[in-house]
């Protein structure tokens, strides 16, 4: 199988770095200090699953030199997705697969705008992963896995085969037919996740150990519940319940990269984070206060140190 990765940060250097080993046909794109990194000394991941060297990882800073392929791996940040979106028609053959691993629930729509539905499917990665120094990708924690599937709920040929790479690569994976749902399933989590870390400059082991800031990591994700629900999407009226129990099984150092972004002084996911709960809330009629209080506090920061300097 013949995959560009757009976007080779933690999610997709780890996940590419992974099918690249097992023999797929890999293209990692790349730009500045981590490309020029991959060129000269390969891709490295450091894991608790395993690390690897791969010590002749094909990068490129423009995906027409590719040609075509059989799937992307898009992951770069939500702020890039139209425009990285329009540097893929040179890679699309009829039947290539563009399956987004970034976060939020709008990405897909987004894409669609510009590549067409018929080449977007849906994904979610549940990884800690992130660049730890150029060419280089951390993997915190034991959790790597993919969920991916066509929107319209068949099992197509193109994401058979994407399952079938990723179990020959050793990576949990689960082909869906309701990829709908495992979006927000995710974002409900992710959101909170992000939300709380990143207004507390904490990762998630204080917060949830700490009873009030507990509770507010539930009603953040209660939040987006709500806001799930009355936009239809099926999930259980009690699933932030479900989410904190999770929140309890994950290392206590584990944090999202949108603190991370934070932390080194880079633009935020925001808008398409709580942001977005937010305005979904607020067109729906759902109350959001808490993710309100977290895009007005962290607002100052969302477009990097430079705007806040």
């Known amino acids: 199988m013949k995959i560009l990765v757009m976007g080779s940060g933690g999610v997709g250097g780890y996940f590419g770095g992974r099918l690249a080993q097992a023999g797929c046909d890999v293209h990692f794109v790349a730009r500045g200090a ?30 027409a030199r590719v040609g075509r392929v059989d799937l992307v791996l898009f992951g770069v940040k939500l702020w890039d997705t139209q425009a990285a979106a329009r540097q893929l028609a040179p890679v699309l053959g009829p039947d290539t697969a563009v399956i987004s691993f970034q976060n939020g629930v709008v990405k897909d729509d987004l894409l669609r705008d510009v590549l067409g539905t018929e080449h977007v499917a849906g994904g979610v990665a549940y990884i800690a992963a992130s660049i730890g120094e150029p060419g280089v990708i951390v993997h915190n924690g034991n959790m790597a896995k993919l969920v991916f599937g066509e929107h319209d709920g068949r099992a197509s040929a193109r994401l058979t085969g994407f399952a079938e790479a990723c179990a020959a690569a050793g990576i949990t994976h689960e082909l869906t037919p309701r990829i709908h749902l495992a979006l927000w399933e995710k974002f409900v989590f992710l959101a909170a996740l992000s939300a709380a870390t990143t207004l507390a400059r904490l990762p998630v082991g204080p917060i949830r150990d700490h009873p009030r800031a507990r509770t507010f990591l539930h009603d953040l994700m209660d939040e987006a519940v709500q806001v799930g629900r009355a936009e239809g999407v099926p999930l259980p009226p009690e699933y932030a319940e479900s989410r904190l129990a999770f929140a309890d099984g994950l290392p206590a150092t584990m944090t999202s990269s949108m603190h991370h972004d934070l932390e080194r002084g880079h633009r935020l996911e925001l808008p398409w984070l709580s942001g977005d709960v937010v305005a979904r809330g607020r067109r729906l009629g759902v109350p959001t206060p808490c993710h309100r209080a977290v895009v007005d506090m962290l607002s100052p920061h969302a477009d990097g140190r430079a705007a806040v300097t």
């Open 34 to 63: 981590h490309g020029q990194a991959l060129r000269e000394h390969g891709l490295r991941i450091s894991s608790p699953l395993g690390g690897l060297h791969l010590q002749q990882a094909s990068v490129t800073d423009d995906p």
